[in-house]
């Protein structure tokens, strides 16, 4: 059984950082790109950021360029999401996915596996 389990969400000051994990297990998506999504109360799902299976090519929504880092251990079937400079906008359950491609792309419906979300709230 395939399951992606998000950890590393929590409550930070704005300005702060967090950095989110999220780990698979069932089987090994080295052969994928992996992403993250994020959904604020009242809003639709958004993409942030995704990575290739090599890890080679990320790919980030402008929003959250220049402040957050995709990252990956394929070792540990992992995907990392470090997040600097937060606002309060950034505030939302962040999901982890697993692209059905090597590439990174944005949209939603390109992701066939998904995690359960972990809560990242940003106080202002």
């Known amino acids: 059984q395939v399951q992606l389990v998000e950890s590393g969400g929590g409550l930070v000051q704005a300005g702060g950082s967090l950095r989110l994990s999220c780990t698979a297990s069932?089987?090994?998506?080295?052969?994928?790109?992996m992403g993250w999504f994020r959904q604020a109360p009242g809003k639709e799902r958004e993409f942030v950021a995704a990575?290739?299976?090599?890890?080679?090519?990320?790919f980030y929504a402008d929003s959250v360029k220049g402040r957050f880092t995709i990252f990956r251990d394929i070792t540990k079937n992992t995907v990392y999401l470090q997040m600097s400079s937060l606002k309060a906008e950034d505030t939302a359950v962040y999901y982890c996915?697993?692209?059905?491609?090597?590439?990174?792309?944005?949209?939603?419906?390109?992701?066939?596996?998904w995690g359960r979300g972990t809560q990242v709230t940003v106080s202002s």
């Open positions: 990575i290739s299976a090599s890890g080679g090519i990320e």
């Open positions: 996915a697993v692209d059905q491609s090597p590439y990174p792309r944005s949209g939603p419906e390109s992701y066939n596996y």
């Open positions: 069932g089987r090994t998506f080295s052969r994928y790109a």
